[in-house]
């Protein structure tokens, strides 16, 4: 157990929907990660925050969005969804944003969009 | 921007070594390792700083060579659990930020 927490663990929606993917950091941690996984892909980087504030931007699309609340817990919404939309969305956290933080994966949310 | 890993695939017997490679088109301030086990979270085997140190997990060591923007993983006298997808990953940037991986490698240890 890594001590990152994603809910829910998986979300069957159809196209055209909203959902809200949520994280909680491992206790301590001030950043939080977003990563698209689709089938047989790597990792794709969406953003990351720290300690509530956007840091870096991916390959986020302009249909998606995130933020970190106060209590470090960080919601990753994607709106107007597609089928290309479906895949495994982990979140990370690390004790800070630097180079060598090692990250800490949640076990990621399933989205099927149908 | 994304690192390319190579090779793709490989299946190994147990028992025996393989090598991972990772190799980056723009500076490498350090380089991490995580596996990923199907249907799992990644999880984090090691990080390499600059200096072309050597690092260990178990029988699992890598190097990471700056000059050429490459590190390797090196696993040796293979075991099963060592089944998964490997990753190699690294930050754009050296204070951290947008911090991408690889493009994964599948290793599969058969008896």
């Known amino acids: 157990d890594s001590g990152v927490t994603q809910t829910p663990k998986h979300l069957i929606t159809a196209t055209g929907q909203r959902v809200t993917l949520r994280c909680s950091p491992r206790?301590?941690?001030?950043?939080v990660y977003w990563y698209q996984q689709s089938l047989d892909q790597g990792l794709q980087f969406l953003i990351q925050y720290y300690n509530g504030e956007e840091r870096a931007k991916g390959n986020i699309l302009e249909r998606f969005s995130a933020q970190q609340f106060p209590d470090l817990h960080s919601e990753l919404n994607l709106s107007s969804l597609e089928l290309g939309d479906s895949a495994l969305y982990f979140c990370a956290s690390s004790v800070r944003a630097g180079q060598n933080e090692k990250l800490f994966f949640g076990s990621g949310t399933q989205l099927s969009v149908l | 921007q994304q690192p390319v890993q190579s090779p793709q695939a490989v299946i190994l017997r147990e028992g025996e070594d393989a090598v991972i490679n990772c190799s980056s088109s723009?500076?490498?301030?350090?380089v991490h390792w995580y596996r990923q086990k199907h249907g799992e979270a990644p999880v984090f085997l090691m990080i390499l700083l600059k200096g072309g140190e050597q690092k260990g997990h178990e029988k699992i060591s890598a190097s990471f060579n700056e000059k050429k923007q490459q590190s390797s993983l090196y696993l040796t006298a293979s075991q099963l659990s060592y089944s998964g997808t490997y990753f190699c990953?690294?930050?754009?940037?050296?204070?951290?930020?947008?911090?991408?991986f690889g493009t994964g490698t599948s290793l599969t240890v058969i008896p």
């Open positions: 723009k500076a490498l301030y350090s």
């Open positions: 206790s301590g941690d001030l950043s």
């Open positions: 990953g690294t930050a754009k940037f050296q204070y951290g930020n947008q911090f991408y």
